[in-house]
């Protein structure tokens, strides 16, 4: 009896999941991370040179402070404050599509095949967050249709603090107005393609929107999980 109970403890043990403090290196938990990517905050009168259009590169241009930047939008009838937005996509490989956030305060990511997780973090001087909030938005009548999630990131004097921001990529039955998520939380570029099935008319994107307060970088570590 005792040898039964010592293997079947045995083999609970590989299954168990560690919890990610706040401040810990998601890739302790993770392993190597699939991508990484870098939006590297600048002064709001920073120009640089060269060309910000290599789909290899792994850092976007932001500025510091983004905070409506980026205007106003339209959301269930009400405006709304846009700051940096980055459009998000699915392809064959991960690329920066748009690395430039100054020229109109918007950039690009194409994310590779299959579905993430993501972990981010503030770091470098002066110190500054931001908030992430994740967005399914109709382009044919530019509306913000509604949240996929939110996500702050701390600033921080010495440790940096890792904030997990994988709800971001995915739409649960709670935010969904559609009805169209009835069980697990669904990929979000899944339910983009059910929802242009659904309603037809509508051009459907996601983005995220980034509002920086004096951030001068935030890094974004992208691992495979499905």
Same mark, same amino acid.
């Given at each position: 009896?005792?040898?039964?109970?010592?293997?079947?403890?045995?083999?609970?043990?590989?299954?168990?999941?560690?919890?990610?403090?706040?401040?810990?290196?998601?890739?302790?938990?993770?392993?190597?991370?699939?991508?990484?990517?870098?939006?590297?905050?600048?002064?709001?009168?920073?120009?640089?040179?060269?060309? &910000?259009?290599?789909?290899?590169?792994?850092?976007?241009?932001?500025?510091?402070?983004?905070?409506?930047?980026?205007?106003?939008? $339209?959301?269930?009838?009400?405006?709304? /404050?846009?700051?940096?937005?980055?459009?998000?996509?699915?392809?064959?490989?991960? /690329?920066?599509?748009?690395?430039?956030?100054?020229?109109?305060?918007?950039? /690009?990511?194409?994310?590779?095949?299959?579905? &993430?997780?993501? &972990?981010?973090?503030?770091?470098?001087?002066?110190?500054?967050? $931001?908030?992430?909030?994740?967005?399914?938005?109709?382009?044919?009548?530019?509306?913000?249709?509604?949240?996929?999630?939110?996500? $702050?990131?701390?600033?921080?004097?010495?440790?940096?603090?890792?904030?997990?921001?994988?709800?971001?990529?995915?739409? $649960?039955?709670?935010?969904?107005? &559609?009805?169209?998520?009835?069980?697990?939380?669904?990929?979000?570029?899944?339910?983009? /393609?059910?929802?242009?099935?659904?309603?037809?008319?509508?051009?459907?994107?996601?983005?995220?929107?980034?509002?920086?307060?004096?951030?001068?970088?935030?890094?974004?570590?992208?691992?495979?999980?499905?």
């Amino acid at each position: 009896m005792l040898t039964v109970l010592f293997l079947a403890l045995l083999m609970t043990v590989p299954f168990a999941v560690p919890v990610l403090a706040g401040n810990n290196n998601p890739n302790k938990l993770m392993g190597a991370p699939t991508f990484v990517l870098n939006l590297q905050g600048k002064k709001a009168d920073w120009s640089g040179g060269g060309s &910000y259009d290599n789909p290899d590169r792994h850092t976007i241009f932001v500025p510091e402070t983004t905070t409506g930047r980026g205007g106003t939008g $339209s959301y269930n009838g009400t405006t709304i /404050a846009v700051n940096l937005t980055m459009w998000m996509t699915q392809g064959d490989e991960f /690329a920066v599509i748009d690395g430039n956030g100054f020229d109109d305060d918007e950039v /690009a990511l194409q994310l590779g095949p299959g579905k &993430y997780a993501v &972990y981010v973090v503030a770091l470098g001087k002066p110190g500054g967050g $931001s908030d992430i909030r994740g967005w399914i938005y109709n382009a044919t009548d530019d509306t913000y249709l509604f949240m996929t999630g939110m996500v $702050s990131v701390p600033g921080h004097s010495k440790k940096p603090r890792w904030v997990e921001a994988t709800d971001l990529l995915f739409v $649960s039955n709670k935010e969904d107005p &559609y009805g169209i998520v009835t069980g697990a939380d669904q990929w979000v570029f899944d339910y983009l /393609a059910t929802l242009e099935t659904a309603m037809p008319l509508g051009d459907y994107l996601h983005l995220w929107d980034f509002d920086n307060q004096n951030c001068r970088r935030l890094q974004l570590r992208f691992y495979q999980i499905g």
